[in-house]
């Protein structure tokens, strides 16, 4: 079991950056793969991105290029950089963490307007 916990959300102007953190509850050292997702009002949730335990990486081709995913077992935290943001980008986003289960967390609202 592990609970999980998104900060870093806001509002920003279409062109900046937002970093969002996802906490866990527990060592994330050895939870085989964490990630990123997002759902937009109307829409299915989508995978953003996500960070094998194995460091390997994949992302979205929407994001490719501006987003970065990154994880520090030290804090049991996995980071989302967000550059270069777009309106389209606006969504709310969910940590995932796939350990045998699936667990998520609540989510952070992400709105990109001017």
């Known amino acids: 079991q592990v609970q999980l916990v998104e900060s870093g959300g806001g509002l920003v102007q279409p062109g900046g950056s937002l970093r969002l953190s996802c906490a866990a509850s527990?060592?994330?050292?050895?939870?085989?793969?964490m990630g990123w997702y997002r759902q937009a009002p109307g829409k299915q949730r989508e995978l953003v991105a996500f960070?094998?335990?194995?460091?390997?990486?994949n992302y979205a081709d929407s994001v490719k290029g501006r987003f970065t995913i990154s994880r520090d077992n030290a804090k049991n935290t996995v980071y989302l950089q967000m550059n270069s943001l777009k309106p389209e980008d606006t969504a709310v986003y969910y940590c995932?963490?796939?350990?045998?289960?699936?667990?998520w967390g609540q989510g952070t609202q992400v709105t990109v307007s001017s």
């Open positions: 995932n963490a796939i350990d045998g289960n699936i667990f």
């Open positions: 527990r060592s994330i050292f050895s939870i085989n793969r």
């Open positions: 960070i094998t335990s194995g460091g390997s990486i």
